[in-house]
């Protein structure tokens, strides 16, 4: 069965990193595009960034973009977010998301983790 | 980007009700409409893609409508694990855009 397993969640000051992994299984991982999703403490969900099965493609929100970088490595097994310059803003749960289809990317999440609390505060 | 906005907000309802949630596109998104259910504290679950295909292991009582701009999620009697909180979904062009939810209470 298919797994997504976030780590990396935590407190951080405002202006540090964090990098966010999410371990793959149950599925073949370098076959799809991944996906991460954010959603702020009792707000709605936010797409954030895209990459495609190979790595070649990647797209982020205006929200993150310039501070943000989705990368992966398919011999891990594993979907990383490393994320700079935090802002206040940027607290949530951080989501991995596979995407629906093979190969090509569907923009549709078919299975999610459980999620990575990240909070931003001094 | 692409707005996709829900209505109601909120929606309480009984065990055995028909119940429909709406979502409306700021433009045309064909199809490319997807449902998501999340209960508090979980990950989103996924439920239905391209406006009506259902996932996997999805029970029937839930269903899909619409296209363009207008689109439907219905359940057909309400069972008490559905309460929850809905979320529809374009997947027509990235950015990827979410709308802002139904949360779906017991009566």
């Known amino acids: 069965q298919v797994q997504l397993v976030e780590s990396g969640g935590g407190v951080v000051q405002p202006g540090r990193s964090l990098r966010l992994s999410c371990a793959a299984s149950?599925?073949?991982?370098?076959?799809?595009?991944m996906h991460w999703v954010r959603q702020a403490p009792g707000k709605g969900l936010e797409w954030v960034a895209i990459i495609s099965y190979d790595g070649s493609y990647k797209y982020y929100a205006d929200s993150v973009k310039g501070r943000f970088t989705i990368s992966r490595d398919n011999s891990k097994n594993t979907l990383y977010l490393q994320m700079n310059s935090l802002r206040a803003e940027d607290t949530a749960v951080y989501y991995c998301?596979?995407?629906?289809?093979?190969?090509?990317?569907?923009?549709?999440?078919?299975?999610w983790g459980q999620g990575a609390l990240v909070t931003v505060s001094s | 980007d692409i707005q996709m906005t829900q209505s109601p907000s909120s929606l309480s309802a009984s065990v055995g009700d028909r119940v429909s949630i709406t979502c409306r596109a700021s433009q045309s998104i064909a199809s490319y409409l997807n449902w998501y259910q999340q209960k508090p504290g979980k990950a989103p679950k996924f439920l239905i893609y391209a406006t009506s295909s259902l996932q996997s292991g999805v029970p029937s009582r839930f269903s899909g409508s619409g296209s363009g701009t207008d689109f439907t999620l219905t359940i057909s009697s309400l069972q008490p694990e559905d309460f929850a909180t809905y979320y529809c979904?374009?997947?027509?062009?990235?950015?990827?855009?979410f709308g802002q939810g139904t949360k779906l209470e017991i009566k």
């Open positions: 979904q374009q997947s027509y062009s990235t950015p990827q855009t």
């Open positions: 998301a596979k995407d629906l289809a093979q190969g090509a990317t569907a923009g549709t999440f078919d299975y």
């Open positions: 149950g599925f073949t991982f370098s076959s799809y595009g």
